[in-house]
């Protein structure tokens, strides 16, 4: 019976962990150091192959709980306190402290750097973890369960012991018999049998009890000299059992092993049952030694083979390690400047951390540090991104002042009436809404609805006045349609310049028509030009007429931008046609010979009298360009321009910021 501790695990309370001291001890007399004796393995294996086999189970189970979270961890030693023995988990018990405690710390390191950085006192900061408080009681439970069982242990190997010391007397009377009977023989081949059915017992004992009952066997079958042939079966017996046991430990050197613990313990159990198997025939002694340790070097062999193995997977591993480090460590912060980008940043560390963990904790001297500096890279990540928000609330707080600047506005200007500057107005109220950027969390909602509900309460009432003018335009439509009918239908007769010109007025009066319906502007502009040829009158006049009614066609269709620059061009026209005019006059006042005769003179004053009418035409054409309201269309050409300009050196702005950023 063992309950899961090693034959050589020395019992020991958890709080103090001090060894048990027996102070009970066999009588004995002086052991001789025969051949024999030396070549007995002692039961204890060595506090290296514990090391590596504790070393080994903790590396597997720290792996295993690197992806639990801190209430996943919790709940998982729950479990394993209720369901398991409190000896079989006690590195899963250990491994899930240290990541729960991990965990706890590092929540309380965030906690109050975010304190101090809004401008706590570290010596105020107080924060409670109910998780930690629960964990700290179930730790206690099993730390006191794990002391009774100890104390329980302790126990059972000290009765252990006393029950080998109880044998190793009866042994001793029996091995200082000379004369030996067959039922002395049987008795003490039962003695053999009790003791390896003994459990452990106290490791500062082990090697002592073990020598003297050596020693006691060794001299009882000295005095089986006394009959030969008891002697002989026993030992032929023992060499059987030996040879069997050397047979299993060469099987064992061509098995593979995955752990060296696995390793470890099946050397052990071959040690174990060689060094309780009893003396062989003397002239067989050496040579059987010989084999067992040879099969045992061999099958060792393979513990270098893997040991070689684990330290390589090892170095890969930190290699791993070094790599997600450095990559991390890489990350320019300073080219991290909004919000977005710590977004992505913040999303991407949990695939570091993922990553990290994945490999899992490895028993190398370089771990807990690349493991510190994994967490400082991460701290300075974090302490970075704090700053950019304690300096990106500061904007966001700015952010909604103006946004709530903008809200004032629309709400003065809801109830406005002047449609066409209303639209541009709140067109340009939502453009700068969007310009300013984020505001605090928890009124970005709250402001955007109220912004949204009057500029809404305007376009509502624009919509509606628009449905109720696309009625009028429908209605413009259907009296101009009837007018143009009524105009094709006219008699020659009664065609006549004024009767065109009122015409024109009239269809002016009846205002724009619907978008899809515009080409009746031009069927009737049309028609009047068909109209006015027919009339026996000045073509300029009937030019000038035309000119009016095709300005006014555009300025109905909506179409002002193309009046004002008719209107430029005309002006630009008209300068051109003066400065030709004074360089045509200049010009004919040098010739000397000014007779009408002269063909040179001819051709100029042919020219200027052209000039002269061409800009007399201009003049008149400016005139009734004059009768539209441009005033209002350079207005806002002047503001669209100056809008393209201050978004071209925006973009210009932007530009050349990136490039400074990536030089950076």
């Given at each position: 019976?063992?309950?899961?501790?090693?034959?050589?695990?020395?019992?020991?309370?958890?709080?103090?962990?001090?060894?048990?001291?027996?102070?009970?001890?066999?009588?004995?007399?002086?052991?001789?150091?025969?051949?024999?004796?030396?070549?007995?393995?002692?039961?204890?294996?060595?506090?290296?192959?514990?090391?590596?086999?504790?070393?080994?189970?903790?590396?597997?189970?720290?792996?295993?709980?690197?992806?639990?979270?801190?209430?996943?961890?919790?709940?998982?030693?729950?479990?394993?306190?209720?369901?398991?023995?409190?000896?079989?988990?006690?590195?899963?018990?250990?491994?899930?402290?240290?990541?729960?405690l991990y965990h706890l710390d590092e929540e309380r390191k965030d906690k109050l750097h975010a304190f101090i950085e809004e401008g706590g006192n570290e010596i105020d900061f107080s924060y409670e973890q109910p998780l930690r408080i629960k964990f700290k009681e179930l730790y206690k439970e099993y730390k006191d369960k794990l002391n009774a069982y100890y104390k329980e242990k302790k126990e059972q190997l000290e009765n252990n012991l006393h029950q080998k010391q109880l044998i190793l007397e009866e042994l001793k009377e029996l091995a200082m018999n000379v004369d030996i009977t067959e039922e002395i023989f049987e008795k003490v081949r039962t003695l053999q049998e009790k003791w390896k059915k003994i459990g452990p017992i106290p490791y500062n004992m082990a090697e002592h009890i073990n020598r003297t009952y050596s020693f006691y066997l060794d001299r009882f079958y000295d005095n089986l000299k006394l009959n030969k042939d008891f002697r002989d079966l026993h030992f032929r017996k023992n060499q059987e059992i030996k040879e069997e046991i050397i047979q299993r430990a060469l099987e064992l050197a061509d098995k593979t092993f995955e752990r060296i613990a696995d390793f470890n313990k099946a050397v052990r159990a071959l040690e174990k049952e060689w060094r309780e198997t009893g003396p062989v025939p003397y002239e067989n002694r050496e040579a059987l030694a010989k084999a067992f340790y040879e099969a045992i070097d061999k099958v060792r062999s393979k513990k270098s083979e893997l040991a070689e193995l684990v330290k390589k997977e090892k170095e890969e591993k930190i290699s791993q390690k070094k790599a997600i480090l450095e990559e991390l460590r890489s990350i320019n912060l300073d080219e991290i400047n909004t919000h977005e980008g710590w977004q992505n940043l913040t999303q991407s560390l949990s695939s570091y951390t993922e990553r990290f963990k994945k490999i899992g904790r490895v028993l190398h001297e370089e771990n807990d540090k690349i493991w510190e500096e994994f967490n400082a890279a991460i701290r300075e990540i974090k302490k970075r991104k704090n700053a950019f928000y304690k300096q990106f609330k500061q904007i966001q707080q700015q952010n909604l002042q103006k946004k709530k600047e903008l809200i004032e506005l629309a709400r003065q200007n809801a109830e406005r009436t002047d449609w066409e500057e209303g639209v541009n107005f709140f067109k340009k109220l939502q453009a700068d809404w969007k310009n300013i950027g984020p505001v605090p969390r928890k009124f970005s909602e709250s402001v955007w609805n109220e912004f949204r509900e009057f500029c809404n309460s305007f376009f509502d009432r624009y919509?509606?006045?628009?449905?109720?003018?696309?009625?009028?335009?429908?209605?413009?439509?259907?009296?101009?349609?009837?007018?143009?009918?009524?105009?094709?239908?006219?008699?020659?007769?009664?065609?006549?310049?004024?009767?065109?010109?009122?015409?024109?007025?009239?269809?002016?009066?009846?205002?724009?028509?619907?978008?899809?319906?515009?080409?009746?502007?031009?069927?009737?502009?049309?028609?009047?030009?068909?109209?006015?040829?027919?009339?026996?009158?000045?073509?300029?006049?009937?030019?000038?007429?035309?000119?009016?009614?095709?300005?006014?066609?555009?300025?109905?269709?909506?179409?002002?931008?193309?009046?004002?620059?008719?209107?430029?061009?005309?002006?630009?026209?008209?300068?051109?046609?003066?400065?030709?005019?004074?360089?045509l006059e200049n010009n004919i006042n040098l010739f000397s010979n000014k007779s009408s005769s002269n063909p040179f003179i001819k051709e100029v004053e042919k020219n200027i009298a052209r000039h002269k009418a061409n800009l007399e035409l201009v003049a008149k054409k400016l005139e009734i360009l004059d009768q539209f309201p441009l005033h209002e269309v350079k207005i806002e050409r002047t503001q669209r321009s100056e809008r393209q300009k201050h978004q071209g050196r925006d973009r210009k702005n932007k530009k050349g910021k990136r490039q400074n950023d990536k030089k950076r």
């Open positions: 019976m063992n309950n899961g501790l090693h034959e050589n695990e020395v019992a020991k309370t958890v709080d103090d962990q001090n060894e048990i001291t027996v102070t009970s001890t066999p009588e004995t007399t002086s052991i001789p150091q025969n051949d024999e004796l030396d070549d007995i393995i002692q039961e204890h294996h060595s506090d290296e192959d514990d090391h590596e086999d504790e070393a080994s189970e903790s590396d597997s189970l720290y792996s295993k709980y690197a992806d639990y979270t801190p209430e996943q961890l919790y709940k998982e030693a729950v479990s394993l306190l209720k369901h398991n023995h409190v000896s079989a988990i006690k590195q899963h018990m250990e491994a899930i402290k240290r990541h729960l919509h509606a006045y628009l449905k109720e003018k696309e009625a009028e335009l429908y209605k413009n439509y259907e009296n101009k349609k009837a007018q143009l009918e009524e105009l094709k239908t006219t008699p020659s007769d009664n065609i006549s310049v004024p009767f065109l010109k009122e015409q024109i007025e009239k269809w002016k009066a009846l205002g724009k028509v619907p978008t899809e319906y515009r080409d009746i502007e031009k069927e009737f502009q049309k028609l009047i030009d068909a109209l006015f040829e027919k009339l026996d009158l000045d073509k300029e006049n009937i030019y000038l007429v035309r000119f009016e009614a095709k300005m006014q066609a555009l300025w109905d269709a909506d179409d002002k931008q193309a009046v004002y620059i008719e209107r430029q061009r005309l002006l630009h026209q008209y300068d051109d046609l003066k400065k030709d005019l004074q360089k």
